[in-house]
């Protein structure tokens, strides 16, 4: 009996492996298409650009480079515009990240609100719009709005008999008008993930702060926030991986000014790159990218060990 027992075994795992490759197989030629356009558009131009980074900018894109090694790498981090360019990013990263994740929880809480209730999906679309509207135009119609001559900011300022606002004039102002358009253009996807969290959250728990005598802003702080912790901690690491990388808006309202007071790191290497210094353009990239990953890896692994205590 046991003998048989014994031979049956082997042969019903024999006769299982061709249905599991199968499926395997199926699976793996679903995924090979998306694989190989990871491979071509995302992983082949960084390994490229690395590479570049290793050599002469005169030769760098001919069929035979002459690799100088790390002397790119030399001259950017001794370049004074590429230091002040860093902790400018920096500075804003901190500064978007920031104000994006804060304002993304409180509209969460208010379109999560049992007292909003008619014109709350009116809401949700207004909030979301800009995150779903192309990035390029949106920031032209901001750039007109700004103006100095014929914006509507000022124009509305003015009619209320406020000064106006120097816009994209002066370095402090250029440097908010940035976090203002940024903050539009990408808060409402912030608000979606945490709205989304909200609606997923253990009520009894409020309820019972509720009935201890807590207020509406210590449930907030002590039994809402808490919970949303996941959800903090995926916005500020995909926030932090996007504003380190902050292009567009420069591109189109700033263009690095005013007396370079938005020359971040992107832009700069943008510069670098358009001035036909393609070695050091891609050592910058390449810097920020250790630097974007560093930096994201990092939050993330500090998020999850706070969440986890």
Same mark, same amino acid.
């Given at each position: ?13 024999l ?5 599991n ?8 030629l ?8 990871t ?9 490229d ?27 950017? #981090?001794?370049d004074? @515009?590429?230091?002040?360019? &860093?902790w *400018? +990013?920096?500075?804003?990263t ?5 104000? !994006? ?10 379109l999560?609100?049992p ?15 800009p ?17 100095q ?8 300022l003015?009619?209320l ?6 816009g ?5 102002s ?7 358009v ?9 608000? #979606?993930?945490?709205? @989304?969290?909200?609606?997923? &959250?253990? *009520? +009894?728990l ?7 005598g807590? !207020?509406g802003?210590?449930r ?5 926030i ?14 932090l ?31 670098k ?19 974007v ?7 993330y692994?500090?998020?999850e060990?706070s969440?986890?205590?």
């Amino acid at each position: 009996m046991s003998s048989v027992a014994l031979h049956r075994v082997p042969a019903e795992r024999l006769s299982r492996k061709p249905r599991n490759a199968g499926q395997y197989a199926t699976l793996y030629l679903f995924l090979a298409p998306f694989a190989v356009m990871t491979i071509l558009f995302g992983l082949w131009p960084i390994a490229d650009s690395i590479r570049i980074a290793f050599t002469d900018s005169s030769t760098a894109l001919s069929d035979a480079p002459v690799y100088v090694g790390l002397e790119n790498f030399r001259s950017v #981090l001794a370049d004074t @515009t590429f230091q002040s360019s &860093l902790w *400018r +990013t920096l500075l804003y990263t901190v500064l978007a990240v920031s104000i !994006n994740v804060s304002a993304a929880i409180g509209l969460a809480v208010l379109l999560a609100h049992p007292a909003l209730r008619r014109g709350r999906t009116l809401f949700k679309l207004a909030i979301f719009l800009p995150v779903i509207t192309p990035d390029v135009a949106s920031f032209i119609v901001w750039k007109w709005m700004f103006n100095q001559n014929f914006g509507i900011v000022n124009h509305t300022l003015l009619s209320l008999g406020l000064p106006p606002f120097p816009g994209v004039t002066r370095p402090v102002s250029a440097f908010a008008t940035l976090l203002i358009v940024e903050a539009w253009q990408h808060v409402g996807l912030y608000t #979606l993930i945490f709205l @989304t969290n909200l609606q997923l &959250l253990d *009520r +009894t728990l409020d309820e019972s702060a509720q009935i201890d005598g807590a !207020n509406g802003w210590q449930r907030l702080i002590y039994v809402t926030i808490p919970q949303l912790r996941p959800a903090i901690t995926i916005n500020t690491v995909y926030a932090l991986i996007e504003f380190l990388k902050t292009f567009t808006v420069i591109f189109v309202i700033t263009k690095g000014g005013p007396n370079f007071s938005t020359n971040f790191i992107s832009y700069y290497a943008y510069t670098k790159f358009t001035g036909a210094q393609y070695g050091e353009a891609t050592a910058i990239a390449t810097i920020l990218f250790v630097i974007v990953f560093g930096l994201a890896a990092s939050a993330y692994a500090y998020l999850e060990r706070s969440a986890n205590r």
